[in-house]
Every structure is written in structure tokens, then in C-alpha cells.
């Protein structure tokens, strides 16, 4: 069974950065791209930053692009994600997402707020 958990978020001024952690299990961590989503409250969820099985490629959303990171370990199974220079419209409940199965996190918030 496909388990994703998501960790490192929480409440943090504009400008102030986080890392989130995403640990994988029950599915071939290392074969898999994998990738971070957002949803705003009252919005749908969108894109935020993918990261092919080996690292080798990257890819972001142009809001966040050269503020954000994202980077993985395969041999701790884990996807990350690092913010910094957050903004209030960064505001959202964060998902990891992976490719190979279709499969979500339950999400961690981040609320960017003075």
C-alpha cells in the first residue's frame, strides 16, 4: 500500500522560508517522478514543482520558480521542498504527489502570514 507523508509545514512571516518532507513507502521510490501541489482555500489544487525519478530534471510553476526547490533522497525515500521568501499568496495546504502510482499525501499546511 502506497503511503505518503507529509511533513514541515507551518505558520511562518512573509519572507521566512520552510522545508517540506514528503516520506515514501510501499512502492519503488527510485522508478518514480515525483512532485508537490498546493490548494489555496476556495481554489483548486495546482502544480507547484516536479522532480524526474533520478533528480536529472526539474520543473516549477512560474510563481514559485527561484523561490522554491525541489530536491529528493532515494535512498531515504523522501521527496523535499524548499521555500524561501514565502509569500501570503504561498498560503495553502502542500501535497506530494507520485507519478508512478496516482497516489497523494494528506497535506501540510503553510500559512504565510505577519
Known amino acids: 500500500q502506497v503511503h505518503l507523508v507529509e511533513s514541515g509545514g507551518g505558520l511562518v512571516q512573509p519572507g521566512g522560508s520552510l522545508r517540506l518532507s514528503c516520506a515514501a513507502s510501499g512502492f519503488t521510490f527510485s522508478s518514480s517522478a515525483m512532485s508537490w501541489y498546493r490548494q489555496a482555500p476556495g481554489k483548486g489544487r495546482e502544480f507547484v514543482a516536479r522532480?524526474?525519478?533520478?533528480?536529472?530534471?526539474?520543473d516549477y510553476a512560474a510563481s514559485v520558480k527561484d523561490r522554491f526547490t525541489i530536491s529528493r533522497d532515494n535512498a531515504k525515500n523522501t521527496v523535499y521542498l524548499q521555500m524561501n521568501n514565502l509569500k501570503p499568496e504561498d498560503t495553502a495546504v502542500y501535497y506530494c504527489?507520485?507519478?508512478?502510482?496516482?497516489?497523494w499525501g494528506q497535506g501540510t499546511q503553510v500559512t504565510v502570514s505577519s
Open positions: 522532480i524526474f525519478s533520478t533528480g536529472s530534471f526539474t
Open positions: 504527489f507520485a507519478t508512478a502510482r496516482g497516489s
